[in-house]
């Protein structure tokens, strides 16, 4: 697809890494797959990749964990 951020670029599948902070919690996911522009590396995650990404970050900041980082599991 078009890169709607530079308009010039087409992106590719690729992994990529996500932070996701949340009253005060920090995750780090690792090889998250995502569309990733050729042109300026803006990283597009489809819908079902984001809510995993959320549901696992509400986990962790639940369970009290201040800073994680994991490699994504799909």
Do not use: H, N, W
């Amino acid at each position: 697809m078009k890169c709607v951020i530079c308009r010039t670029g087409e992106t590719r599948p690729a992994t990529t890494t996500i932070t996701l902070e949340r009253c005060g919690a920090t995750t780090v996911f690792k090889g998250v797959p995502a569309e990733v522009c050729s042109t300026c590396g803006e990283q597009y995650v489809d819908e079902a990749t984001t809510r995993r990404l959320l549901e696992q970050a509400e986990g962790a900041q639940k369970a009290g964990v201040e800073v994680q980082v994991r490699s994504y599991a799909a």
